[in-house]
């Protein structure tokens, strides 16, 4: 629960309380008296959040799924959709980068792109598995870099 709250919210809560209810302050004779008053609130506000985030259907946490569901299966993350404008910028750096690149190294990009394997398209060029690995490696540290 812990990640789900921000102990600071619950702070402003209670001082939002405390300001809003100014006449209490003054029936407070000793400070351990403003400190119970103060987590008495506290601990109302957390219970009324728990409830929200628990009972309603908005905020409620049990609804909550994972990313991934129960198999390993690549397709089965969720995934949100690239932009046209996002598509267009990746093509574009592409470019840049297979520019100086070998008609071999641009054939593997190609086929890597199309979904094949490594081993397909080691097979389909008759390269190595390793070299195809090896462009696509190279591709992403120039890439970070």
Sequence with gaps: MRSKFDSLDFVQMVWASIFTERDKLAEFREPTDLIKYLSTIAQRKLLQESRRRLQGQ??????????????????????????????????????????DRSERDRRVVELRMDGLTFVEIADQLEINERTARDVI??????ETA
């Excluded at 390993?72 to 840049?96: C, F, G, H, W």
């Excluded at 490696?137 to 120039?142: F, T, W």
């Design 137 to 142: 490696e190279k591709l992403a540290l120039v």
């Design 58 to 99: 908005k905020h409620n946490i049990g609804r909550e799924r994972a990313l991934v569901a129960e198999t390993e299966d690549e397709s089965t993350y969720v995934r949100k959709s690239n932009t046209p404008s996002q598509i267009v910028m990746a093509k574009d750096r592409l470019e840049v980068m297979m520019s």
